[in-house]
Nanobody, 121 residues
Framework: QVQLVESGGGFVQPGGSLTLSCTGS????????LGWYRQALGKQRELVAS???????NYADSVKGRFTISRDNAKNTVYLQMYRLKPEDTAVYYC???????????????WGQGTQVTVSS
């Protein structure tokens, strides 16, 4: 059974930083593409960052230059480093995996349960 478990969410003031982690079990991260989605209250879930098996990355315009996605296949973990956080970054953040890059964007194969990030003064 595949499980993705996120951690690292919390409350932070505007301008602060957080690092999210997602560790997988029952799956080999080295052969799947990985991404971080987020869903704010009343909004659709959006893909904010993705990383392919060859470590190519892509970011949503709203987070480019502030967020960094990385992966450690040996630890079966994907990270999202978030800097200069803004109130509009407040959302539940989910990690996801896909067998193909298009799968990750259109309909991921697996999802984590989500971790709340709240940015507020």
């Amino acid at each position: 059974q595949v499980q993705l478990v996120e951690s690292g969410g919390g409350f932070v003031q505007p301008g602060g930083s957080l690092t999210l982690s997602c560790t997988g079990s029952g799956i080999f991260f080295s052969v799947v593409h990985l991404g971080w989605y987020r869903q704010a209250l009343g909004k659709q879930r959006e893909l904010v960052a993705s990383i392919t098996t060859d470590h190519s990355t892509n970011y949503a315009d709203s987070v480019k230059g502030r967020f960094t996605i990385s992966r450690d296949n040996a630890k079966n973990t994907v990270y999202l480093q978030m800097y200069r956080l803004k109130p509009e970054d407040t959302a539940v953040y989910y990690c996801a995996s896909g067998q193909y890059p298009t799968t990750l964007v259109i309909k991921p194969d697996y999802w984590g349960q989500g971790t709340q990030v709240t940015v507020s003064s």
